[in-house]
């Protein structure tokens, strides 16, 4: 036992001065990605389908590997947070009706896998709790669930930051709901990600007439040309009831047919 809590105690000062080293020398303002596929935002990218180009570049990779379109981040998010931790230079305190989780911000490995040309499936399947898709600051979409028993997430919401987000119990930062900081930046139809399924993710407006949409599926989607897919295409509109951002997954996705996400 002795050994054992010695061993845990020289894991907690490395840990301990690991971060504060990260701290103390920390200048950028956020994680930024230094991978050397960094094909994300541009206009280089003609391989890459429609909206695969809105992805930023600055904390996204995007290619493309067989049938997929892979994006790899770190998963955190390009704005500020009290989930960042007092005294990381992202950090801003809470706002006023905020409940704080105890968990704090932490870099993944993630390698998303979307299908490269996304098809509707004969029979739609649920989304898993973790990564449903990814929008494109490189932060997972998680489902419209706070547990494995389907709980509503009534008791998660008021954890939110003011930007909709939170980091769960391993630091995996992540919306389950429209993602704010992109939406009020730049536009509240814009394309704010993808499925796992393949298939886009707008915000809660049409890009053609600014209006909502009011023929959505149980899924929270529908089909028609949009921007990025003038040929049409089916996608998922974020809404401000559940299921907030897809219902399930109307493509083939993950062990169907190989693909997913993977971290570590
Ligand atoms: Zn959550
Ligand atoms: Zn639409």
Redesign the pocket.
Same mark, same amino acid.
């Given at each position: 036992m002795k050994i054992k809590f010695y061993k845990n105690y020289l894991l907690y000062i490395f840990t301990a001065l690991f971060l504060y080293s990260c701290d103390s020398s920390s200048t950028s303002s956020y994680n930024v990605d230094n991978g050397d596929n960094n094909m994300g935002g541009g206009s280089d990218n003609t391989e890459l389908p429609g909206g695969f180009s809105k992805f930023i570049s600055e904390y996204t990779d995007v290619y493309i590997s067989g049938n997929y379109v892979i994006v790899e981040s770190a998963g955190v998010p390009n704005h500020p947070s009290p989930y960042w931790g007092a005294g990381h230079p992202n950090y801003v305190s809470p706002h006023s009706t905020m409940v704080v989780n105890p968990n704090l911000i932490s870099e993944q490995n993630f390698k998303f896998y979307i299908p490269l040309n996304p098809s509707v499936s004969s029979a739609v399947s649920s989304t898993p709790l973790g990564p449903i898709g990814v929008s494109i600051s490189g932060v997972p979409f998680y489902n419209q669930y706070a547990g494995p028993n389907n709980q509503p997430l009534d008791n998660e919401i008021p954890s939110f930051d003011n930007y909709y987000g939170h980091p769960q119990q391993t630091g995996q930062y992540h919306y389950h709901w429209e993602p704010t900081y992109l939406t009020f930046n730049e536009s509240s139809s814009m394309l704010i990600g993808y499925s796992l399924d393949g298939f886009p993710i707008?915000g809660p407006t049409?890009q053609s007439n600014g209006q909502y949409?009011s023929n959505l599926d149980e899924l929270n989607g !529908?089909s @028609?040309s949009?921007n990025e897919y003038e040929d049409g295409t089916y !996608?998922y @509109?974020a809404t401000s009831t559940s299921p907030y951002l897809l219902g399930g997954f109307k493509g083939k996705y993950g062990s169907l047919n190989g693909g997913g996400y993977f971290t570590n």
């Amino acid at each position: 036992m002795k050994i054992k809590f010695y061993k845990n105690y020289l894991l907690y000062i490395f840990t301990a001065l690991f971060l504060y080293s990260c701290d103390s020398s920390s200048t950028s303002s956020y994680n930024v990605d230094n991978g050397d596929n960094n094909m994300g935002g541009g206009s280089d990218n003609t391989e890459l389908p429609g909206g695969f180009s809105k992805f930023i570049s600055e904390y996204t990779d995007v290619y493309i590997s067989g049938n997929y379109v892979i994006v790899e981040s770190a998963g955190v998010p390009n704005h500020p947070s009290p989930y960042w931790g007092a005294g990381h230079p992202n950090y801003v305190s809470p706002h006023s009706t905020m409940v704080v989780n105890p968990n704090l911000i932490s870099e993944q490995n993630f390698k998303f896998y979307i299908p490269l040309n996304p098809s509707v499936s004969s029979a739609v399947s649920s989304t898993p709790l973790g990564p449903i898709g990814v929008s494109i600051s490189g932060v997972p979409f998680y489902n419209q669930y706070a547990g494995p028993n389907n709980q509503p997430l009534d008791n998660e919401i008021p954890s939110f930051d003011n930007y909709y987000g939170h980091p769960q119990q391993t630091g995996q930062y992540h919306y389950h709901w429209e993602p704010t900081y992109l939406t009020f930046n730049e536009s509240s139809s814009m394309l704010i990600g993808y499925s796992l399924d393949g298939f886009p993710i707008y915000g809660p407006t049409e890009q053609s007439n600014g209006q909502y949409p009011s023929n959505l599926d149980e899924l929270n989607g !529908h089909s @028609h040309s949009t921007n990025e897919y003038e040929d049409g295409t089916y !996608h998922y @509109h974020a809404t401000s009831t559940s299921p907030y951002l897809l219902g399930g997954f109307k493509g083939k996705y993950g062990s169907l047919n190989g693909g997913g996400y993977f971290t570590n």
